[in-house]
């Protein structure tokens, strides 16, 4: 089985600091994870994903994330965040040969001017 | 990327009536396609996994027989929400993935439906 938990429903950060999303997984499989972004009333858009490669994942948008196996972490960063980040973002896990994805139950990251 | 489209965007419709909505993969063949249900500010929960010319398979919980799932072709699935309730009034989410191994999705813009 499989799962993620992302730590805070919401996150405020000002215009142009730092972004930290948190997510932790629990996979009895080496995991693929993932990072989604949705606006509002819209569908998903991948930002970045691991899939057992290099540990450090830069995506779209100045976001990057880190895998970290000790932690069963894979938290998704922004140097500095820009008022257009302003979605709610999902993490999720799946494994290989299986692309059913278990989503977590979302942060909603709110920029303050 | 690839790109995955939803049709309609939004419904309206009357208690009792059955709504369909189509799910299609514009640029490549999509072998397996997934259908998630996203009630309001809370995360995607998986309905159904369809490959092209087999059944469906449903998730714990919910009904086949109300929540109707074709998948004719490489390029097309159906959702059909039949006799359709207030409760099932939700945002619809529909993915597609083809011959890859990366467990990488492609997803739609979503489909709001209101039951009035």
């Known amino acids: 089985a499989q799962s993620v938990t992302q730590l805070g429903s919401h996150v405020s950060v000002s215009e142009g600091a730092l972004v930290l999303l948190r997510c932790n997984y629990s996979?009895?499989?080496?995991?693929?994870l993932f990072w989604y972004v949705q606006y509002p009333n819209q569908g998903l858009q991948l930002l970045l994903k691991?899939?057992?490669?290099?540990?450090l994942v830069k995506g779209i948008n100045g976001f990057e994330a880190e895998f970290k196996k000790s932690e069963t972490s894979f938290h998704l960063t922004k140097p500095s965040a820009h008022m257009s980040d302003a979605a709610e973002y999902f993490c999720?896990?799946?494994?290989?040969?299986?692309?059913?994805?278990?989503f977590g139950t979302g942060t909603r990251l709110t920029i303050i001017p | 990327g690839a790109v995955v489209s939803q049709h309609p965007s939004r419904v309206i419709c009357k208690s009792g009536t059955s709504v369909k909505i189509e799910c299609r993969s514009l640029?490549?063949?999509?072998?397996?396609m997934f259908w998630y249900r996203q009630f309001p500010k809370q995360s995607l929960m998986l309905m159904a996994t369809s490959n092209e010319g087999s059944k469906a398979t449903y998730e714990q919980g919910v009904e086949k027989d109300k929540f109707l799932i074709n998948h004719a072709s490489l390029t097309l699935s159906t959702l059909t929400v039949t006799s359709a309730h207030p409760e099932d009034s939700s945002f619809y989410i529909c993915?597609?993935?083809?011959?890859?191994?990366?467990?990488?999705?492609?997803f739609g813009e979503g489909s709001r439906l209101t039951v009035l």
């Open positions: 999720a896990v799946s494994f290989f040969g299986n692309e059913k994805l278990t």
């Open positions: 996979s009895s499989v080496p995991p693929y």
């Open positions: 640029d490549f063949q999509a072998t397996t």
């Open positions: 691991y899939t057992s490669a290099a540990t």
């Open positions: 993915s597609a993935t083809g011959l890859t191994n990366t467990g990488e999705l492609f």
